[in-house]
């Protein structure tokens, strides 16, 4: 198709100018999905560290309260944390970012459920409460033996020391307190070596004590020792391989602003200078054939003169010179018929 007349040209315009707004809402559409896409794996890591801190709050809980109802909890947000961690591998496989991050952050959630599930195990083993576990069984050792002779001078101050201890340790978990209760035991043991009965009952409360102490140490007397230590550096691992993943994603949602950025402003570019760039042509088009009419028209008071319709670029303009060449071609003629009737009526006059 030649574009040789002022219809074509601004039907060439319009063309320009739909399929560059469809290119520029294509390009728009094509990377704000991407964006949509990727804010929304943001979102559910915004949500996944929500979970975690749900999880954190749970887990505080049961070491405040010993109530298994946080640990229910904890295992149902744990649950929901790996099924959005889960949802996140297939936009790390599609965007080729890297999926050890989301193996790593899988692996650490995994170690710190498992910490705290063997904290909590152990919890229930020295008990949840006064009336379960080991703390139940000191209990009814020290019931029993209060009916003893052990409750009796001159071992009731030292028994009473003991049992003292005991309390301490389980409200401070301070380490003098734990030593405390080896000592004293010890003493109060051997000082019923006669008492057979008595000693068998002495050495199960002693054996009951020192699980206690074990199971608290095992546990850890500060945040940082022991089971609670470790578990707690399980869960800073948890937040920092977060964040880690976060920063990974938070490039490539830069990068996909930029590129919306760059192919807006490319196809707007590009179809603004293809469009300038018809607008020139024609207006020189057109500025060439209105000059060659206005050479016509002038010349044409003075000679028969033709236009050269192959300067004047668009067809319509052609075809208007065309009429124009008619008309002084018919001029022509008209004043040549005219002169040749002057001639033989000057002719016929003069005979």
């Known amino acids: ?44 890591l915004l949500r996944m560290g929500q979970d975690l801190l749900q999880m954190r709050r749970h887990e505080k809980d049961f070491l405040l309260r010993s109530d298994e109802a946080y640990f229910i909890k904890f295992s149902q947000q744990a649950v929901s944390f790996n099924t959005r961690l889960d949802s996140l591998v297939p936009m790390f496989s599609q965007y080729d970012l890297p999926i050890t991050d989301v193996e790593s952050l899988s692996n650490s959630i995994e170690t710190y459920r498992e910490k705290f599930q063997e904290v909590v195990a152990l919890q229930r083993q020295i008990g949840l409460t006064l009336n379960s576990g080991i703390r139940s069984e000191i209990t009814n050792l020290e019931n029993r033996l209060s009916e003893t002779e052990v409750n009796r001078a001159p071992t009731r101050e030292l028994f009473g020391d003991l049992q003292l201890a005991t309390r301490n340790f389980q409200i401070t978990q301070e380490a003098v307190y734990a030593r405390e209760i080896e000592e004293l035991s010890t003493r109060l043991v051997s000082m019923f070596d006669d008492d057979q009965n008595l000693n068998v009952t002495l050495q199960r409360y002693q054996s009951a004590l020192v699980a206690l102490v074990n199971n608290y140490l095992r546990f850890g007397l500060t945040h940082n020792d022991g089971l609670r230590g470790e578990f707690r550096q399980s869960a800073h691992n948890v937040e920092n391989q977060l964040k880690s993943v976060d920063s990974a994603l938070q490039p490539l949602i830069e990068q996909q602003e930029a590129q919306v950025r760059i192919y807006g402003l490319g196809i707007a570019a590009l179809t603004s200078v293809v469009l300038i760039l018809v607008l020139i042509k024609s207006f020189a088009t057109f500025h060439r054939a209105f000059v060659n009419f206005l050479t016509f028209f002038y010349r044409c008071k003075r000679q028969y003169q033709k236009i050269d319709t192959r300067k004047l670029g668009f067809a319509e303009l052609k075809s208007l010179a065309e009429l124009a060449n008619e008309m002084v071609e018919s001029k022509r003629n008209i004043e040549a018929r005219l002169a040749s009737v002057e001639a033989e009526l000057a002719n016929k006059k003069a005979s």
Not at 8 to 21: F, H
Not at 31 to 37: D, E, H, K, N, W
Request: hydrophobic residues 45%; contains cysteine; glycine residues 6%.
């Open 1 to 44: 198709m030649k574009f040789d007349s002022i219809k074509s040209r601004l039907v060439l315009m319009t063309l320009i100018c739909v399929i560059g707004m469809g290119g520029l809402v294509a390009s728009q559409h094509y990377f704000t999905q991407r964006l949509i896409t990727l804010n929304q794996q943001r979102d559910v």
